[in-house]
């Protein structure tokens, strides 16, 4: 069944149409060298810095800046919110597998930690049940 999921990783963004698609983009070193092709998605997967942030909830006493993603939200969809300890330990086809079946969170989360992540596994999902309401910008 191809599903249609919205999902953030490293409280990142997913959407899934049968496939998984990343909206939003981490706030990492890494993901500032990638942005300047100073290194290959290949090296990043394994960068020494890959765990280095530059942008957190509570991080410094700045006004916190959020990103914001606006997509249209239909009956069906599906949401995934994780961090890096479960995008980096499930490739995108399981997650996107896993999201199409079993809707929970718990069955993600045991596969990532079957994996060995490097990092903590924290995932929340949400199915839309409704009708959605229009999003205002």
Do not use: W, Y
């Amino acid at each position: 069944a191809g599903c249609r999921c919205l999902a953030g990783l490293h409280f990142r963004e997913l959407r899934c149409d049968g496939n998984l698609h990343q909206l939003t983009r981490d706030h990492s070193a890494v993901q500032a060298l990638l942005d300047e092709q100073a290194i290959s998605p290949a090296d990043a997967a394994t960068h020494p810095e890959a765990h280095v942030i530059t942008r957190a909830v509570g991080g410094s006493g700045d006004a916190l800046a959020l990103d914001k993603v606006i997509e249209r939200v239909m009956v069906r969809d599906r949401f995934l919110l994780c961090s890096d300890g479960l995008s980096r330990t499930l490739p995108h086809a399981e997650l996107a597998r896993r999201l199409a079946g079993d809707m929970t969170a718990g069955p993600l989360v045991a596969a990532a930690l079957k994996g060995r992540p490097s990092d903590n596994v924290t995932a929340v999902t949400i199915e839309v049940i409704g009708e959605p309401v229009t999003p205002v910008s």
